[in-house]
């Protein structure tokens, strides 16, 4: 064998086991029975020593001084696997270890404290988060800025000053076209109850409608939606409130996209380095584009409702028009994950500030829930009612997703730049989506980027599937106009 293939080898192993690390943490949030959460956090530690051990492994090191890659698919995974080594060998061990073990009892924690409105409650465990994420930071950015290094886990070859420059220049639109919509006259939400029974009916076909293979997977609920794993396993969930069927609806729409992406890799790339998304910000145009640009269009909206009107029956917006209008409502709250499109940014624009801000120490954890009030109020014009609808609603801080957030919003931009050329390549979209066809969509969105996983660079993946290179742009045209049509403005 080759050092390639030896290399290859070893790295399908450590990603076999990544893989194992995964299913513990969705059957935390899923199926794991409470009291067993002292165990799991024990088990997620020693199977992280195991990890970063061979992530480590000077064999490893060996073999990518020796390996010569053999076509442009060897090229990306040495390029993937030598990034990931230089960083996880400044990484020590026993902070490694550490991160595991806390992260299981610290979103414990945050969820105690969520459910309590005690945000006192939740401040030890998250100033333990903070010092362990910024110490590994600083020992990844070698001098450099250590939110950066952060960042670099989830969307690689960006910086956070660029970010900070691209929310600049979208903050004054978002709050102008917000400000102009909220001086509209709002149309009528729907209301009603929906039983969870068939909430969870249509989110599965919705689940097909938009491709997700549920001979590789499968749907629950958690208190925060997510997807997991790749290839051949990929789980999502959605949570159901009985009241508001949108927020299942479009979480598993949502969600869906995360998981065509990952099905949708090219086969022969799976359990190596690039047989995943390329970043969180691709990763999330794909879940964006699924939920707003597709699902919430005008057409898909007429088909969705004709399906909610066979599950409920009638509806208190009799008409598609209305059901559109509602499903894109914009109106005043707190929660991001159940934010409109035009607010959403707004949302991460404001952790990503806060989130900088504790790493790199100029904000101390104790003083960060008025933080959080302040600049919620200035942002949005109205106070926070309670902690679990502001500092308190997001999972990612107690599981140490520091540098995550920014990727939202990332996502959202590559998602302009995909629907301006998907809609242009695709005439007679509306007419597909129209009658709940979305497979021209998501097939083209599989060619153009989800099948090549990680073989190219982000920005490079969206530039490649869109023919230009991404900015703000095309989604915040793309905003304006279908808001403006939508409250007549």
Same mark, same amino acid.
């Given at each position: 064998m080759t050092a390639y293939q030896d290399l290859m080898a070893f790295a399908r192993q450590t990603e076999a086991l990544a893989q194992v690390s995964g299913r513990l943490g969705w059957d935390q949030q899923t199926m794991m029975p409470r009291g067993a959460n002292a165990q799991r956090s024990e088990e997620m530690s020693a199977l992280e020593e195991v990890l970063h051990a061979r992530r480590t492994d000077p064999r490893l090191g060996d073999l990518l001084d020796q390996a010569e890659a053999p076509d442009e698919v060897g090229a990306a995974n040495l390029r993937e696997l030598r990034r990931d080594f230089a960083r996880n060998t400044k990484v020590p061990a026993r902070l490694a270890s550490e991160l595991a073990r806390i992260t299981p009892l610290a979103q414990t924690a945050w969820e105690e404290a969520r459910l309590a409105g005690d945000v006192s409650a939740f401040l030890p465990w998250l100033k333990q988060m903070i010092a362990l994420r910024r110490e590994e930071g600083q020992a990844i950015a070698g001098g450099g800025d250590p939110y950066d290094a952060l960042m670099e886990d989830y969307e690689p070859q960006t910086s956070s000053d660029t970010v900070a420059a691209t929310f600049a220049r979208m903050r004054p639109r978002l709050v102008a076209l917000r400000e102009a919509i909220l001086g509209a006259d709002?149309?009528?939400?729907?209301? &009603?109850?929906?039983?969870?029974?068939?909430? @969870?009916?249509?989110?599965?076909?919705?689940? /097909?409608?938009?491709?997700?293979?549920?001979?590789?997977?499968?749907?629950?609920?958690?208190?925060?939606?997510?997807?997991?794993?790749?290839?051949?396993?990929?789980?999502? %969930? %959605?949570?159901?409130?009985?009241?508001?069927?949108?927020?299942?609806?479009?979480?598993?729409?949502?969600?869906?996209?995360?998981?065509?992406?990952?099905?949708? !890799?090219?086969? %022969?790339?799976?359990?190596?380095?690039?047989?995943?998304? $390329?970043? @969180?910000?691709?990763?999330?145009?794909?879940?964006?584009?699924?939920?707003?640009?597709?699902?919430?269009?005008?057409?898909?909206?007429?088909?969705?409702?004709?399906? @909610?009107?066979?599950?409920? &029956?009638?509806?208190? !917006?009799?008409?598609?028009?209305?059901?559109?209008?509602?499903?894109?409502?914009?109106?005043?709250?707190?929660?991001? %994950? /159940?934010?409109?499109?035009?607010?959403?940014?707004?949302?991460? @624009?404001?952790?990503?500030?806060?989130?900088?801000?504790?790493?790199?120490?100029?904000? =101390?954890?104790?003083?960060?829930?008025?933080?959080?009030?302040?600049?919620?109020?200035?942002?949005?014009?109205?106070?926070? =009612?309670?902690?679990?609808? &502001?500092?308190?609603?997001? $999972?990612?801080?107690?599981?140490?997703?520091?540098?995550?957030?920014?990727?939202?919003?990332?996502?959202?931009?590559?998602?302009?730049?995909?629907?301006?050329?998907?809609?242009?390549?695709?005439?007679?979209? =509306?007419?597909?989506?129209?009658?709940?066809?979305?497979?021209a969509a998501t097939g083209w969105l599989n060619t153009r980027l989800q099948k090549f996983g990680a073989l190219h660079g982000p920005r490079q993946t969206i530039a490649n599937a869109c023919g230009f290179d991404p900015d703000e742009e095309p989604l915040m045209s793309y905003l304006e106009a279908k808001f403006s049509q939508l409250y007549k403005l």
């Amino acid at each position: 064998m080759t050092a390639y293939q030896d290399l290859m080898a070893f790295a399908r192993q450590t990603e076999a086991l990544a893989q194992v690390s995964g299913r513990l943490g969705w059957d935390q949030q899923t199926m794991m029975p409470r009291g067993a959460n002292a165990q799991r956090s024990e088990e997620m530690s020693a199977l992280e020593e195991v990890l970063h051990a061979r992530r480590t492994d000077p064999r490893l090191g060996d073999l990518l001084d020796q390996a010569e890659a053999p076509d442009e698919v060897g090229a990306a995974n040495l390029r993937e696997l030598r990034r990931d080594f230089a960083r996880n060998t400044k990484v020590p061990a026993r902070l490694a270890s550490e991160l595991a073990r806390i992260t299981p009892l610290a979103q414990t924690a945050w969820e105690e404290a969520r459910l309590a409105g005690d945000v006192s409650a939740f401040l030890p465990w998250l100033k333990q988060m903070i010092a362990l994420r910024r110490e590994e930071g600083q020992a990844i950015a070698g001098g450099g800025d250590p939110y950066d290094a952060l960042m670099e886990d989830y969307e690689p070859q960006t910086s956070s000053d660029t970010v900070a420059a691209t929310f600049a220049r979208m903050r004054p639109r978002l709050v102008a076209l917000r400000e102009a919509i909220l001086g509209a006259d709002t149309p009528p939400a729907l209301t &009603g109850h929906f039983a969870q029974e068939g909430q @969870m009916r249509i989110s599965r076909r919705l689940a /097909e409608h938009f491709g997700y293979d549920f001979t590789r997977g499968r749907i629950d609920l958690a208190v925060h939606p997510f997807s997991s794993g790749s290839g051949d396993d990929v789980r999502i %969930t %959605t949570r159901v409130a009985v009241e508001d069927p949108f927020n299942c609806l479009y979480s598993t729409i949502h969600e869906v996209g995360h998981a065509a992406y990952e099905q949708g !890799v090219d086969a %022969t790339f799976a359990l190596t380095p690039i047989g995943r998304g $390329v970043s @969180m910000g691709v990763h999330e145009s794909q879940s964006r584009i699924y939920e707003n640009q597709l699902g919430r269009s005008r057409a898909f909206c007429g088909w969705l409702h004709g399906a @909610m009107e066979q599950e409920f &029956g009638a509806l208190s !917006v009799a008409d598609a028009d209305g059901f559109y209008a509602a499903a894109n409502r914009v109106n005043k709250g707190y929660i991001r %994950t /159940e934010a409109d499109e035009v607010q959403y940014n707004l949302h991460i @624009m404001l952790r990503f500030d806060l989130e900088r801000a504790l790493i790199r120490g100029s904000l =101390d954890a104790d003083d960060l829930e008025e933080a959080w009030n302040t600049r919620f109020e200035a942002d949005f014009g109205y106070p926070v =009612d309670k902690p679990a609808n &502001g500092v308190l609603q997001d $999972v990612h801080w107690s599981v140490g997703l520091f540098g995550y957030f920014p990727t939202y919003a990332l996502g959202n931009i590559y998602a302009g730049c995909l629907y301006q050329t998907l809609h242009a390549d695709l005439p007679d979209l =509306d007419a597909q989506l129209a009658v709940g066809d979305t497979s021209a969509a998501t097939g083209w969105l599989n060619t153009r980027l989800q099948k090549f996983g990680a073989l190219h660079g982000p920005r490079q993946t969206i530039a490649n599937a869109c023919g230009f290179d991404p900015d703000e742009e095309p989604l915040m045209s793309y905003l304006e106009a279908k808001f403006s049509q939508l409250y007549k403005l």
